[in-house]
Structures are given as structure tokens and as C-alpha cells.
Nanobody, 114 residues
Framework: QVQLVESGGGLVQPGGSLELSCAAS????????MNWYRQAPGKERELVAA????????SYLDSVKGRFTISRDNSKDTLYLQMNSLKPEDTAVYYC???????WGQGTQVIVSS
């Protein structure tokens, strides 16, 4: 079955960087567009970034444009989210999502705080 396992979250100071990874298995990774979502405490889950199957097309939530970069390595079945210039408002649980099968990972916590 589809499995998505996120990693790379943690505590970081404002202005810092983190790279999240999502290891995929159980399906042909290159056949699915992939998304990163996040959910902050007391807020609805929101789409942060999306990437096409080949990685040529990407889109971002306005508040992260210029700071976050989504990418994928289809040879490694892995999705990435590079997050720079982090702000306290980026604090959330981050989830990767397989569009083709509507499957989600368990999430990884990101806390931006001094």
C-alpha cells in the first residue's frame, strides 16, 4: 500500500532553515503529483507547495513564496521541502500528500521559536 514517511522537522530559530523529506513507497512515485501541506494549532490544514510528476511545475502558498522550495528525486522516491528564512508563523505539522492516491504521511513537526 502507499506509504509516505516525513522527516526533518524540529525546532529552529527565526531566520533559520530546515529541509523536510518524504520517503514514498508502495506506488510508482514518478506517476503522481505531490503536495506539502501544513496544519498549525487551531487552524485548518493548508496547501503549502505542489509539484508535478516530473518536477517541472511547482506552485506555492503566497506566504512562503521565495522562502520555500519544493523538489523531488524520482530516482530516490523522495519529496523535499527546503524551508529558508523561517518565521514563527511557519510553526505547524507538515504533511506530504500523494495526489494520485489521496494518501498522506503521518506528519513532521516544525517549530520556529527563539
Amino acid at each position: 500500500q502507499v506509504q509516505l514517511v516525513e522527516s526533518g522537522g524540529g525546532l529552529v530559530q527565526p531566520g533559520g532553515s530546515l529541509e523536510l523529506s518524504c520517503a514514498a513507497s508502495g506506488f510508482t512515485f514518478s506517476s503522481s503529483a505531490m503536495n506539502w501541506y501544513r496544519q498549525a494549532p487551531g487552524k485548518e490544514r493548508e496547501l503549502v507547495a505542489a509539484i508535478s510528476t516530473g518536477g517541472f511545475y511547482t506552485s506555492y502558498l503566497d506566504s512562503v513564496k521565495g522562502r520555500f522550495t519544493i523538489s523531488r528525486d524520482n530516482s530516490k522516491d523522495t519529496l523535499y521541502l527546503q524551508m529558508n528564512s523561517l518565521k514563527p508563523e511557519d510553526t505547524a505539522v507538515y504533511y506530504c500528500m500523494c495526489v494520485r492516491f489521496d494518501s498522506w504521511g503521518q506528519g513532521t513537526q516544525v517549530i520556529v521559536s527563539s
